[in-house]
């Protein structure tokens, strides 16, 4: 290892510290980051002759870490610094200008956990107004923000959605069209988007390319062509727009839907047919008459299918089960009687819970479940004892005020690293629902995890297993545990797995959510909403749910109140 290597390592450890608000510690790493950085020897062989301690700024704290680094290659410590933080934090300060003291201020007065949010608050001028902050330095972020997004290359589907669903709607309204839709990836709404694909059609393109351009929020066009414009968005957002003939609709969706696996059995199907299918439509092969084009489910029919949703279409046995007439029916937002994870301002969420059972009603549920976190973790204010009765207390109080809407109150209970739950049992007997989750300790071996997890199973006042994966979109992957053993453990024990609908989590994945049906494990959709926008996530909570085949009766949310009881006591 490089003396670089090893300052860099002492230098995240600093930014951490800082961010947390630690006080000295962080300038005593910094310091000797500097001075081992321009060392002339590396320190691997200096070791050998000389005590670490001899180097400025080393005491014996850093010393040992800095002997750790050299023996494993990696730093516990830095591990485990990363784990009681918010990951999407860590990912602030890889905006350019933005260092810990910045990601601190935007976490704690914009309440921004992540670049999504930080995005949508600096499009939306919040930035410009903080104190020390200003237009140009808005500017800065958003670029930045760019930038790093350029380097994966991926859109979230929560990000990607809204702004593609604007546009949509602008260029509907603008050029008076009947036809246009979200295509590719989007509207099949995986959870992460390479590119925003519209897809309109007309036989008048130009008006159509006209009203594309004229959004409020393109900063250029960068190309404009008979049938495809794309244009780059304020935000650094492209957007591409297709325009087909009216009567080639149909087939063009189809096409241009996707996934290319499913069209490519769709392809040889129509082979088998004596047909030939394309982004123009389907044609018999010997004199090629059109066979359907104007609309997709005359394709499919042609075909000998029913048409599926997009979220389906990914070849995982969607045609075989529209062969069969076994196509399932898919769980939709209507069906949603209620959220089950919802952050108040009790805990690091930004709305009162009366704000939280209001909101709920406006959406027409049943029920909302109030969620706050739990004592032991600090970071997000997690509620000791007699916060957390205070807050039952509220909401008592404020059921009697509202009607039509009833407010659950749980709580979100750190998983302890022996499986234990963060409040003693007769505080849990109190709540109407636990949620579980593990926040901590990530880097556990599978074993060790998949016992923590059964662990907290075993105790009986579990009802939910808050984001069963650990993964963060883009930034974290899942941690270790056997999926299979958890997963049917929590169908034996009337457990629901969450599936979080969070826009950086939606986890459980939609592979997630296929593997938990066939083990016979119901799932709970939940937002995890820190504001009252955020219960809006709910439509990609669905979405996944969708994309992992799940029915009305597999979802938890799909019970209406007077069910839902007996299973939340289990
Ligand atoms: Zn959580
Ligand atoms: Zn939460």
Same mark, same amino acid.
């Given at each position: 290892?490089?003396?670089?290597?090893?300052?860099?390592?002492?230098?995240?450890?600093?930014?951490?510290?800082?961010?947390?608000?630690?006080?000295?510690?962080?300038?005593?790493?910094?310091?000797?980051?500097?001075?081992?950085?321009?060392?002339?020897?590396?320190?691997?062989?200096?070791?050998?002759?000389?005590?670490?301690?001899?180097?400025?700024?080393?005491?014996?704290?850093?010393?040992?870490?800095?002997?750790?680094?050299?023996?494993?290659? !990696?730093?516990?410590?830095?591990?485990?610094?990363?784990?009681?933080?918010?990951?999407?934090?860590?990912?602030?300060?890889?905006?350019?200008?933005?260092?810990?003291?910045?990601? /601190?201020?935007?976490?704690?007065?914009?309440?921004?956990?992540?670049?999504?949010?930080?995005?949508?608050?600096?499009?939306?001028?919040?930035?410009?107004?903080?104190?020390? $902050?200003?237009?140009?330095?808005?500017?800065?972020?958003?670029?930045?923000?760019?930038?790093?997004?350029?380097?994966?290359?991926? /859109?979230?589907?929560?990000?990607?959605?809204?702004?593609?669903?604007?546009?949509?709607?602008?260029?509907?309204?603008?050029?008076?069209?009947?036809?246009? !839709?979200?295509?590719?990836?989007?509207?099949?709404?995986?959870?992460?988007?390479?590119?925003?694909?519209?897809?309109?059609?007309?036989?008048?393109?130009?008006?159509?390319?006209?009203?594309? =351009?004229?959004?409020?929020?393109?900063?250029?066009?960068?190309?404009?062509?008979?049938?495809?414009?794309?244009?780059?968005?304020?935000?650094?957002?492209?957007?591409?727009?297709?325009?087909?003939?009216?009567?080639?609709?149909? =087939?063009?969706?189809?096409?241009?839907?996707?996934? &290319?696996?499913?069209?490519?059995?769709?392809r040889s199907m129509a082979n088998d047919?004596?047909?030939?299918?394309?982004?123009?439509?389907?044609?018999?092969? *010997?004199?090629?008459?059109?066979?359907?084009?104007?609309?997709?489910?005359?394709?499919?029919?042609?075909?000998?299918?029913?048409?599926?949703?997009?979220?389906?279409?990914?070849?995982?046995?969607?045609?075989?089960?529209?062969?069969?007439?076994?196509?399932?029916?898919?769980?939709?937002?209507?069906?949603?009687?209620?959220?089950?994870?919802?952050?108040?301002?009790?805990?690091?969420?930004?709305?009162?819970?009366?704000?939280?059972?209001?909101?709920?009603?406006?959406?027409?549920?049943?029920?909302?479940?109030?969620?706050?976190?739990s004592q032991s973790l600090g970071v997000?204010?997690?509620?000791?004892?007699?916060?957390?009765?205070?807050?039952?207390?509220?909401?008592?109080?404020? /059921?009697?005020?509202?009607?039509?809407?009833?407010?659950?109150?749980?709580?979100?209970?750190?998983?302890?690293?022996?499986?234990?739950?963060?409040?003693?049992?007769?505080?849990?007997?109190?709540?109407?629902?636990?949620?579980?989750?593990?926040?901590? &300790?990530?880097?556990?071996?599978?074993?060790? /995890?998949?016992?923590?997890?059964? =662990?907290? $199973?075993?105790?009986?006042?579990?009802?939910?297993?808050?984001?069963?994966?650990?993964?963060?979109?883009?930034?974290?992957?899942?941690?270790?545990? *056997?999926?299979?053993?958890? $997963?049917?453990? =929590?169908?034996?024990?009337?457990?629901?797995?969450?599936?979080?609908?969070?826009?950086?989590?939606?986890?459980?994945?939609?592979?997630?959510?296929?593997?938990?049906?066939?083990?016979?494990?119901?799932?709970?959709?939940?937002?995890?909403?820190? !504001?009252?926008?955020?219960?809006?996530?709910?439509l990609y909570g669905v979405a996944t749910?969708?994309?992992?085949?799940?029915?009305?009766?597999?979802?938890?949310?799909?019970?209406?109140?007077?069910?839902?009881?007996?299973?939340?006591?289990?």
């Amino acid at each position: 290892m490089r003396n670089s290597e090893i300052a860099a390592i002492l230098e995240e450890v600093a930014d951490l510290l800082e961010l947390k608000g630690v006080a000295f510690k962080p300038n005593a790493y910094r310091k000797a980051a500097r001075n081992i950085r321009e060392m002339k020897q590396e320190l691997e062989t200096y070791r050998k002759k000389e005590d670490l301690r001899a180097i400025p700024g080393v005491g014996e704290a850093i010393a040992k870490k800095v002997e750790e680094i050299l023996d494993t290659g !990696s730093l516990r410590y830095l591990d485990e610094l990363k784990e009681e933080l918010p990951a999407g934090l860590l990912q602030l300060m890889e905006v350019p200008d933005i260092g810990p003291k910045t990601a /601190m201020r935007l976490y704690k007065e914009l309440r921004i956990t992540n670049l999504h949010e930080l995005k949508a608050a600096a499009t939306s001028h919040q930035i410009r107004d903080l104190k020390g $902050f200003g237009d140009k330095s808005e500017e800065r972020v958003l670029q930045g923000i760019a930038l790093l997004e350029r380097r994966s290359g991926r /859109m979230l589907l929560g990000y990607a959605y809204p702004i593609a669903e604007r546009l949509r709607t602008h260029v509907q309204g603008a050029a008076r069209l009947k036809l246009i !839709s979200l295509g590719g990836s989007l509207r099949r709404m995986k959870e992460t988007i390479g590119d925003i694909d519209l897809l309109a059609g007309s036989d008048d393109a130009g008006r159509v390319m006209d009203a594309f =351009a004229s959004y409020q929020d393109v900063e250029e066009v960068l190309e404009r062509g008979p049938t495809k414009s794309v244009v780059r968005l304020k935000d650094g957002t492209q957007v591409d727009l297709r325009v087909v003939k009216e009567v080639e609709y149909g =087939a063009a969706l189809q096409y241009f839907t996707g996934n &290319k696996e499913h069209n490519v059995e769709l392809r040889s199907m129509a082979n088998d047919k004596g047909m030939k299918l394309n982004e123009y439509g389907l044609f018999r092969k *010997d004199n090629n008459q059109v066979v359907a084009r104007e609309r997709e489910e005359d394709i499919y029919r042609e075909l000998g299918l029913r048409i599926m949703p997009p979220e389906l279409r990914e070849n995982r046995g969607e045609i075989q089960a529209s062969i069969k007439g076994l196509l399932p029916k898919l769980v939709e937002m209507e069906d949603v009687k209620g959220d089950f994870h919802v952050h108040s301002l009790a805990s690091d969420g930004a709305a009162t819970i009366e704000e939280i059972a209001y909101a709920a009603k406006r959406k027409g549920y049943e029920y909302v479940g109030i969620t706050d976190h739990s004592q032991s973790l600090g970071v997000a204010n997690g509620l000791s004892v007699e916060r957390l009765r205070g807050n039952m207390d509220i909401a008592r109080n404020i /059921m009697e005020r509202v009607d039509g809407v009833k407010v659950l109150i749980g709580a979100e209970v750190e998983i302890l690293e022996d499986g234990g739950l963060d409040y003693p049992d007769k505080v849990l007997k109190e709540l109407d629902y636990v949620i579980g989750a593990v926040h901590s &300790k990530f880097k556990m071996s599978e074993a060790e /995890m998949t016992n923590r997890l059964l =662990a907290a $199973f075993s105790n009986e006042h579990m009802t939910i297993l808050a984001h069963p994966t650990g993964r963060v979109l883009e930034q974290r992957g899942p941690y270790l545990f *056997d999926k299979e053993r958890v $997963f049917q453990a =929590a169908k034996e024990g009337g457990i629901c797995l969450e599936l979080n609908a969070y826009v950086e989590r939606l986890d459980l994945s939609d592979l997630d959510c296929i593997k938990a049906k066939e083990l016979g494990a119901r799932v709970a959709i939940g937002t995890d909403a820190h !504001s009252l926008s955020q219960l809006d996530y709910m439509l990609y909570g669905v979405a996944t749910a969708r994309r992992g085949w799940l029915e009305p009766k597999d979802v938890l949310n799909c019970l209406p109140l007077s069910e839902l009881v007996d299973i939340l006591s289990r």
